[in-house]
């Protein structure tokens, strides 16, 4: 691995600085004043319909066990190798404000999921929100997907250690899916894609 460039490791540090200040000065006081009943946001978009999807269960989990890897680095791969750089440190960066943030959206999700329901995290990192939501659909399956390899890399690992079966990885740009994705999925899941 290539050391990043002072400008480089600047920027990652500049990134995580302004993430933490988000998190402490308007995430966390949010929160508190939604446990304290002092704030209630007007909407949080459109509800799907009633009822949770019936779910097609796993596929390409079943037909993937290790991570579906692009042939080469993509044009414009270059923005995104600092995130290979850092997939090792990410989640020591990322989890201490980004888990709040997936506990609520998971916590919105859960009533719309069925046990057999097949989700995608298109920016999926190195995987913990992927992980947690893999327990959600114990009968269907969850892809994790980053353009990242790194990432992907890291949370495909994570999985494995976890013991999650019902996981599938594929490096894949957000802005380019993979055909195979076109129509499969009754939820997505998407936090911090950068």
């Known amino acids: ?47 799907p319909e009633a009822g949770a999807p019936r779910g097609g269960g796993p596929d390409l989990s079943l037909r993937h066990a290790q991570p579906v890897l692009l042939p080469g680095e993509p044009e414009g791969y270059e923005s995104v ?36 329901a097949r989700i995608l995290d298109p920016s999926a990192g190195t995987g913990q929100a992927a992980i947690r939501l893999s327990r959600l659909v114990p009968e269907g399956e969850v892809v994790a997907a980053d353009l990242s390899r790194g990432m992907l890399e890291q949370a495909h690992e994570g ?30 899941f998407c936090c911090l894609s950068f």
């Open 1 to 47: 691995m290539v050391a990043p460039s002072p400008e480089r490791h600047l920027l990652n540090h500049s990134l995580a600085m302004a993430l933490f200040s988000w998190n402490l000065h308007v995430f966390q006081p949010a929160l508190a004043l939604r446990r304290l009943g002092l704030y209630r946001p007007a909407t949080l978009g459109e509800r």
């Open 81 to 116: 190798r600092a995130f290979d750089d850092v997939a090792h440190l990410y989640e020591a960066v990322v989890r201490p404000f980004s888990d709040p943030i997936v506990d609520e959206t998971v916590a919105l999700m859960r009533p719309y999921l069925a046990p057999s």
């Open 159 to 188: 999985a494995r250690r976890a013991g999650c079966g019902n996981m599938a990885f594929f490096q894949a740009d957000v802005a380019r899916p993979p055909a195979a994705f076109a129509g499969y999925f009754d939820a997505i």
